[in-house]
Nanobody, 118 residues
């Protein structure tokens, strides 16, 4: 059974940086796409970034492109999300996810809060 635990969130001023990580376990994780979504209060969950099983193909939402970098440590199936030049509109709960594709998520982490103050 897959299990994801996200960490690394916090309170940061606009323009600052945070690095999120997601501890993953489960025998299928090594073959899964892993990604990050976010959900702000009163808004729908939205895609942020994803990385394929080997770590060499990445995709980003337009809202974070150029400011965020997703990577993957395949020895322990841990995806990371480096977020730079953070904006108040990046404030949300960030959830890690995994599945055969970014459209077929099988596991969700519990989320980590990111708050960006202006």
């Amino acid at each position: 059974q897959e299990h994801l635990v996200a960490s690394g969130g916090g309170l940061v001023q606009a323009g600052g940086s945070l690095r999120l990580s997601c501890a993953a376990s489960g025998r299928t994780m090594s073959s899964y796409v892993m990604g990050w979504f976010r959900q702000a209060p009163g808004k729908e969950r939205e895609f942020v970034a994803a990385v394929n099983w080997s770590g060499d193909i990445t995709t980003y939402a337009d809202s974070v492109k150029g400011r965020c970098t997703i990577s993957r440590h395949n020895a322990n199936n841990t995806p990371y999300l480096q977020m730079n030049s953070l904006k108040p509109e990046d404030t949300a709960v960030y959830l890690c996810a995994a599945g055969p594709s970014i459209l077929t998520i099988r596991s969700w982490g519990q989320g980590t809060q990111v708050t960006v103050s202006s």
